[in-house]
């Protein structure tokens, strides 16, 4: 069964949508490394709860934090834990928030201090494809639109491997709901889209090849070569046109301006001494 929603409900699902994005600006403000991700999970969860949510994501289907964290080649479903972030790792952090009934859903990779170029450049591609599909959501075009628009950007236009294990998502008064929403497929396939339903829109492309396996705790999700993967998730509401991201990086993307530029002036003060010479 696959929602229409009204213009009061999809309100209440952007509020919802803009609270996880807030959430995830305020894991950026702190991210450095030496970090745990366990510190960064217990941040979120404060921060939720200080908003008036609960963390969709605590203790859904048994899930025991209220943020999964994945570390560079994991996936999705990473475990807060006591690993401390290091200096060119990147960092998946994947969020939902509920509010007054409904849910928001949003995920963002983030580079930790100074991370190779060609893994940035994963992480700027597979920020892209989320608007690749979210320009598809529209009213009459169909999920595999949607689909193809990702596939096509991560897997043809430029050389990465398009995880299939996972898709995107209906959401609203449940976390997940119709329709499934693969990052991968065909024009014209699949569900017709119809304006007032909301989807979760997340690609997860790798680096390297597109196989992935689960770790022994049922849940960490991680790349079969060791290479890293990223991960951008949008709640997205279907329109006429085009579709409309319902949560927002901007302010993530601020703050991560932000924390750069306060950490290179630590480091212009702390260690341009050390270089003279
Ligand atoms: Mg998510
Ligand atoms: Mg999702």
Known sequence: MIYIRSKEEIEIIRKSA??????????????????????????????????????????YNGFPASVCISVN????????????LKDGDIIT??????????HGDSAYT????????????LLKITKESVF?????????????????AIEHFTSKVHPYG?????????????LHEDPQVPNYGRRGDGKRLKEGMVIAIEPMINLGKKEVFTWDDGWTVATKDGLPSAHFEHTTAVRKGKGEALSSFAPIEAAETANA?????????????????
């Open 162 to 174: 398009v995880v299939r294990e996972l898709v995107g998502h209906g959401i609203g008064r449940d």
């Open 93 to 102: 952090v994947d969020c939902g928030f509920y509010k007054n009934g409904y």
């Open 18 to 59: 803009l609270m996880v994005s807030a959430t995830l600006t305020e894991v950026a403000k702190l991210l450095r490394p030496g970090l745990t991700t366990l510190e960064i999970d217990k941040v979120a969860e404060q921060f939720i709860r200080d908003n008036g949510g609960i963390p969709s994501f605590k203790g």
């Open 132 to 148: 690749k599909g979210v320009e598809q959501a529209c009213d009459n075009n169909r999920v595999g639109d949607v689909s193809y």
């Open 110 to 121: 983030f580079a930790v201090g100074d991370v190779k170029p060609e893994v940035l450049q």
């Open 261 to 277: 530029e306060l950490n290179s002036s630590y480091y212009s003060i702390v260690t341009a001494p050390v270089k003279v010479g």
């Open 73 to 84: 080649d994991v996936v999705v479903h990473g475990f807060p834990s006591k690993y401390e």
